[in-house]
């Protein structure tokens, strides 16, 4: 395997590790706190809303569009890692 192929391969083996965290972190907020931890969760309040209600209703879109940038920071420093930036 040639140099190229060799951190071709090592920048999508890490860019495939971003992705599954920030996917696990989104899934994470979305279903667990939406869903599954929802009534204890629910025991706070958020501007008089259950908090549970507000991850289920809005928490969940703000956590995803954080974890666009954040993906995009962590992909431009790969870039730059692995000679790809322009």
């Known amino acids: 395997m040639s140099d190229k192929q060799k951190r071709a391969s090592a920048y999508w083996k ?5 992705l599954f965290i920030l996917l696990t972190i989104w899934f994470l907020v979305s279903y667990g ?3 599954l ?22 928490g969940s879109i ?11 920071r962590l992909m431009n420093k790969l870039d730059k890692k692995y000679g790809y930036d322009e």
């Open 62 to 72: 703000y956590v995803f569009v954080i974890l666009i940038f954040v993906y995009v």
């Open 14 to 18: 890490e860019n495939v590790k971003y």
């Open 37 to 58: 931890f929802k009534d204890a969760l629910d025991t706070i309040k958020i501007g008089g809303f259950k908090l549970g209600f507000w991850f289920a209703q809005q």
């Open 33 to 35: 706190a939406g869903i």
